[in-house]
Structure formats: C-alpha cells, structure tokens
C-alpha cells in the first residue's frame, strides 16, 4: 500500500470509531507495524489532522474533520454498489430508487478512471426473484419511525389469528425473502417482531409515542442484550427474538 494511501486508510479507521483506537488495531487492519502506525499519525498531526491521544491509550479524530467528498477507494466503491444492489431488489420501490440514484450521483463524481468499478464490479449479488408478497406500504412505517409516532396495526398471527395492534416502531429489518417491523407492542406490553406479510393494514396514528430521540432503540437494545444473556445461560442458540 502507498504511503498515502495508508495516510487516507488511517483518517478513515479513526473517522468510523467513536472510542480511543490503538496503534496496534491500526497496524492490524492495514497489516503494517506499530513503529510505521505511529509516524504516519505523527506525520498527520504535523499536516494539521485533528487527531488526539498518544501510544498505549489510543487516538481520535475530531469529529467536525472533514475531507473532500467522495475521495472513495476501488473497494469502498463495490462495497457501495453491492449494498445498493441488494437494497435495489429487496426493498419497496421508494428505496430501490433512492439506492439507484445514490450510485447515479457517485457515478457522476467519481473521476474516470473509478467508473469500471460501477458500469462493471467485480462483486454482485443473486436476483431476488421472490419479492415480498406484502399488502401495506412500508413507506408509512419508515415515516413512522423516524417521526415517533405510534402505528395502527392489524395483524395476523401465525397461528392465523387477526389481531388490533398499537405499536411504538424501532426499525425495520430486512431479510432474503421478508421484512420485519420490531416494535414495542402495546398488547403485549414487550418487545415483538411482525412479519411485514402478515400485516393487513396500518394506519400512522397522530400519537406520538413519547420518548426522547433514540431512547426506544436504546431500551430495544438492552432487551435483546437480556434475552442474548438468557439464552446463552441456558446453552441455547441465540433467538431473533419472539416473532407474532
């Protein structure tokens, strides 16, 4: 690896860690030596890099850094378009598009000699050539979620029973075949998965759920860290959870 390359590999390792990284993860990743690590930071700092920290403790990056746009690497590139190809063909038509204009918007800024790595790359993906037999719009439910606001749901359990669901949204999650929507269920009064196939219908209600932002996702996380923890003691595979 060049020099510089390696310069721009370390700005990036740092720039997507939020804890202190030590040299030693740096040289790891980039299979270079600790000694080589600390004189290129050292070399960095010197070029004005906001990096912060010193050996054996780790080193930072200030976050208000930035770099010119789209500096992207043959690699980042497929990994760009091998995501967005996946997310072109499972998910609903909104963002298929949005992933097929993002590659369109790189493509027309990436410089010459980087377009084989989007018109041809070297990774792909199978066809989905299942789609999700779903009925409702998943756009509402993503809107949902990134206002806080609860959903209407009726639902079909696996068992075949229609149920009335008031739901608190955490995310969606997308499978091969299928997406699920993880919620708070208001029924169940915990933590549920529901097959977006198996809803019939849902509503965006004008209720919000009354949390601050991020504070759900936080309390999902500790319940699926205590269900990890249950399982584990009990010598079971790990769950995905309790899907209805």
């Keep these: 690896m060049r020099r510089a390359d390696r310069l721009f590999q370390i700005i990036q390792i740092l720039r997507r860690k939020t804890r202190p990284t030590t040299a030693a993860a740096i040289a790891e990743e980039l299979e270079v030596s600790k000694r080589t690590v600390y004189r290129d930071i050292n070399d960095l700092i010197g070029q004005r890099v906001p990096i912060s920290g010193e050996a054996g ?21 497929e990994a760009i378009v091998l995501g967005a190809q996946w ?25 010459e000699n980087l377009l084989s790595f989007i018109t041809e790359p070297s990774v792909g993906i199978r066809p989905n050539l299942r789609a999700p037999a779903e009925i409702i719009d998943v756009a509402d439910i993503r809107q949902a979620i ?13 068992a075949g029973e229609v149920t009335h669901r008031i739901v608190w949204p955490v995310f969606l999650g997308y499978a091969e075949t299928s997406r699920v929507l993880i919620a708070w269920c208001e029924l169940r009064q915990d933590f ?34 205590e269900q990890i923890k249950l399982f584990e003691s009990r010598s079971q595979p790990i769950k995905e959870g309790r899907k209805e």
């Design 57 to 77: 403790f780790g080193y930072l990056l200030d976050p208000t850094f930035d770099m010119p746009p789209l500096m992207l690497t043959p690699d980042e590139i």
């Design 87 to 111: 997310v072109a063909g499972h998910s609903d038509t909104l963002i298929a598009n949005a992933a097929r204009d993002a590659i369109a918007k790189i493509a027309s800024t990436v410089p």
């Design 146 to 158: 990134r206002q806080g606001r609860k959903l209407d749901l009726r639902y079909q359990t696996e």
């Design 192 to 225: 549920r998965h529901f097959r977006c196939d198996r809803i019939a219908a849902a509503k965006l209600c004008d209720e919000p759920i009354g949390l601050r932002t991020g504070e759900l996702r936080r309390r999902w996380r500790q319940w699926r860290g």
